[in-house]
T-cell receptor, first 119, second 116 residues
Framework: DTAVSQTPKYLVTQMGNDKSIKCEQNLGHDTMYWYKQDSKKFLKIMFSYNNKELIINETVPNRFSPKSPDKAHLNLHINSLELGDSAVYFC??????????????????FGPGTRLTVL | AQSVTQLDSHVSVSEGTPVLLRCNYSSSYSPSLFWYVQHPNKGLQLLLKYTSAATLVKGINGFEAEFKKSETSFHLTKPSAHMSDAAEYFCVVSFYASGGSYIPTFGRGTSLIVHP
């Protein structure tokens, strides 16, 4: 069974469209993340949810909106796609924060990535 | 400010020779430190992590890293490179923030090239 899964794996779309990427984890983790990896491989955190509550929201255009229907899912919706949104988007999850589980709380488990190409 | 610096964007070694990938960080607190590996067109996989136990951390595939607080470093090593080690390596520092959350900060990555 895949621990952290993302769909779709590839997404090709036109500028101006709205698209969503889905993420699911079956590890029972409380925290989920979205990262963007640019063409130079740089990984930047976008959002983090802890038990469905938004806890990290980096400087991301408000065209990006995360949605967490339950703690096993964190979807990313992108409105009015732009050329600069082309990247690989990774979802990740981690267990409870360290104050509950010493030493393990912040190990992240990554999904396989979604390669978004905006034409 | 908290930051992570991977000192080399590319490291090139011959198969069978040692590997050294360097990482330095700055933090006001004691962070958790990780190395992740990303093979071409794949997701990221945890190699090893340091969480204030032993300063020498052993990971998968023969990799090790040593935490040196005085140097604020967490360099990754392997005694003998294998062709399958060719990948992108990320040093990650995770800072515990208020409210029970972590702020993971990634280095810019080091591309390991292994020559036959």
């Amino acid at each position: 069974d895949t621990a952290v899964s993302q769909t779709p794996k590839y997404l090709v779309t036109q500028m101006g469209n709205d698209k969503s990427i889905k993420c699911e984890q079956n590890l029972g983790h409380d925290t989920m993340y979205w990262y963007k990896q640019d063409s130079k491989k740089f990984l930047k955190i976008m959002f983090s949810y802890n038990n469905k509550e938004l806890i990290i929201n980096e400087t991301v255009p408000n065209r990006f909106s995360p949605k967490s229907p339950d703690k096993a899912h964190l979807n990313l919706h992108i409105n009015s796609l732009e050329l600069g949104d082309s990247a690989v988007y990774f979802c990740a999850s981690s267990p409870k924060p360290q104050r509950y589980l010493a030493g393990e709380g912040d190990t992240q488990y990554f999904g396989p990535g979604t390669r978004l190409t905006v034409l | 400010a908290q930051s992570v610096t991977q000192l080399d964007s590319h490291v090139s070694v011959s198969e069978g020779t040692p590997v050294l990938l360097r990482c330095n960080y700055s933090s006001s607190y004691s962070p958790s430190l990780f190395w992740y590996v990303q093979h071409p067109n794949k997701g990221l996989q945890l190699l090893l992590k340091y969480t204030s136990a032993a300063t020498l951390v052993k990971g998968i595939n023969g990799f090790e890293a040593e935490f040196k607080k005085s140097e604020t470093s967490f360099h990754l090593t392997k005694p003998s490179a294998h062709m399958s080690d060719a990948a992108e390596y990320f040093c990650v520092v995770s800072f515990y923030a208020s409210g029970g959350s972590y702020i993971p900060t990634f280095g810019r990555g080091t591309s390991l090239i292994v020559h036959p």
